[in-house]
């Protein structure tokens, strides 16, 4: 299955699919089906989000740029 990667507003980045979550000295995490990645940096389970973005108030929307059909 092809791994979906999606940016929610205000919120963490989640992945979806067979996603393999590499820790930086080389180890896997455990496999899951859905996997929240933080991005406000606020969480207490890092790399994970634990919805502490919600508290914080932290804010971003990310929207990819516009394709120009004329390009």
Do not use: W
Not at 12 to 30: H, K, Q
Request: with cysteine; proline share 10%; glycine share 8%.
């Amino acid at each position: 299955m092809k791994v979906k990667a999606r940016l929610i507003d205000d919120g963490p980045l989640v992945l979806s699919g067979d996603t393999v979550l590499i820790d930086g000295a080389g180890a896997p995490y455990p496999p899951a089906p859905v996997i929240s990645i933080c991005r406000c940096g606020l969480s207490d389970k890092k790399p994970f989000c634990d919805g502490s973005h919600r508290v914080r108030r932290f804010s971003h929307q990310a929207r990819a740029p516009r394709l120009d059909e004329n390009s």
